[in-house]
């Protein structure tokens, strides 16, 4: 079946940066954009960015240029996100997600990242 | 960025009944409007893509409408498993803005 794995809870400091893998099975990787969505504690979903692992091209909320940077292994059908220079206002539950027709189908089961000194 | 609006922002209701969400966009995004149910420690599920399309797999009492700036996803008859927080998400312009979720709760 179709799903994304995505990789374990971390800790860091603030300044520090964080890699967040999503394993993809079930599809051909490289046909559907993966996104990527943050949910900080108790609060709603916030869209970063995608990218088309057809061809590599991304596109970045502009709140996040800069910081975020999604990449993709196709050999390996995972995507990666990174944020760099974190700080405790990153802490959050971050998604993967493959977008589908014209839907989030399916998500990751989801990442914590705490920012914390 | 588009704003999205969802009311209410909690509801308490009983199963059976019929339940109204709505989603407002700050400006015209067609029919690029998607609902998300939320269950807690969970990922979202798609339920309706589209303004409309109801998902392979969800129930038919979930139903979307709506287009150009206002947008509404109705449960028919509310079950116990129906609790959960909803979320809009436009896609129709970047960035993508999701509303800031409906939690329906049991009266």
């Known amino acids: 079946q179709v799903q994304l794995v995505q990789s374990g809870a971390e800790v860091k400091k603030p300044g520090a940066s964080v890699k967040v893998s999503c394993k993809a099975s079930g599809y051909t990787f490289t046909a559907y954009a993966i996104h990527w969505v943050r949910q900080a504690p108790g609060q709603s979903l916030e869209w970063m960015g995608w990218?088309?692992?057809?061809?590599?091209?991304?596109k970045y909320s502009q709140k996040f240029q800069g910081r975020v940077t999604i990449t993709t292994d196709t050999s390996a059908t995972t995507a990666y996100m990174e944020l760099v220079s974190l700080r405790s206002e990153d802490t959050a539950v971050y998604y993967c997600?493959?977008?589908?027709?014209?839907?989030?189908?399916?998500w990751g089961q989801g990442t914590l990242v705490t920012v914390s000194a | 960025a588009i704003q999205m609006t969802q009311s209410p922002s909690s509801l308490s209701a009983s199963v059976g009944d019929r339940v109204t969400i709505t989603c407002r966009a700050s400006q015209g995004i067609l029919n690029y409007l998607g609902w998300y149910q939320q269950k807690p420690g969970k990922a979202p599920e798609l339920l309706i893509s589209?303004?409309?399309g109801l998902q392979s797999g969800v129930p038919s009492r979930f139903s979307g409408s709506g287009s150009g700036t206002d947008f509404t996803l109705t449960i028919s008859s509310l079950q116990p498993e129906d609790f959960a927080t909803y979320y809009c998400l436009q896609d129709y312009n970047y960035p993508w803005t999701f509303g800031q979720g409906t939690k329906v709760e049991i009266k």
């Open positions: 997600a493959r977008y589908y027709g014209s839907g989030f189908d399916p």
């Open positions: 990218i088309n692992p057809g061809n590599v091209n991304t």
């Open positions: 589209a303004a409309s």
